[in-house]
T-cell receptor, first 113, second 115 residues
């Protein structure tokens, strides 16, 4: 049973436009939601997170939105740059029950120059 | 540089070998994790250690044996592995409690190939 789902395996966006990456989750007990970026043969790199008590968090070009009623979060990157091309993982973390962090399958973002 | 160091970065082993992966963090974190990433699959949580105590074993086969001697070191002992165990094994750590954001700090991974 996949608790964190990223239904789009890939996304292609023109440089300068907005990239929107989506994620759905099933467990209401998660305390934090996070986005990670990953290049091949490297570990994931943290991008941005949001607490379950908030609905928006912004850091530079990156904004994460959380819709708890829909159990949905999204990552907006604007403006997109070619260097943003990577695999983006959505993750959900629980501070109880073993401190698990569960990852989605990832979305590969291509930003075309 | 995330502050989490994994060794070796690459490992090739036969199915009858015994080897170990090592992870070290000096970030003062108190929870450590092993994840497995296979081709075209999500990151799979394997084990979680909280203050050296194992708090999660995600139905991992016994041929993978974790060890956490202190809050800075985590090992994954490997024996009689199968070719399908070939993957990138990622270690991560995080801080519990206080002003944490749930962020995991990952090492660069150990690429394991089982022949």
């Amino acid at each position: 049973d996949q608790q964190v789902k990223q239904n789009s395996p890939s996304l292609s966006v023109q440089e300068g436009r907005i990239s929107i990456l989506n994620c759905d989750y099933t467990n209401s007990m998660f305390d934090y939601f996070l986005w990670y970026k990953k290049y091949p043969a490297e570990g994931p790199t943290f991008l941005i997170s949001i607490s379950s008590i908030k609905d928006k968090n912004e850091d530079g070009r990156f904004t994460v939105f959380l819709n708890k009623s829909a159990k949905h979060l999204s990552l907006h990157i604007v403006p997109s740059q070619p260097g943003d091309s990577a695999v983006y993982f959505c993750a959900a973390s629980a501070d109880t029950g073993g401190f698990k962090t569960i990852f989605g399958a990832g979305t590969r973002l291509f930003v075309k120059a | 540089e995330t502050g989490v160091t994994q060794t070796p970065r690459h490992l090739v082993m036969g199915m009858t070998n015994k080897k170990s992966l090592k992870c070290e963090q000096h970030l003062g974190h108190n929870a450590m994790y092993w994840y497995k990433q296979s081709a075209k699959k999500p990151l799979e949580l394997m084990f979680v250690y909280n203050f050296k105590e194992q708090t999660e074993n995600n139905s991992v086969p016994s041929r993978f044996s974790p060890e956490c001697p202190n809050s800075s070191h985590l090992f994954l002992h490997l024996h009689t592995l199968q070719p399908e165990d070939s993957a990138l094994y990622l270690c991560a750590s995080r801080r519990r409690g206080g002003m944490n954001t749930g962020e995991l700090f990952f090492g660069e991974g150990s690429r394991l190939t089982v022949l």
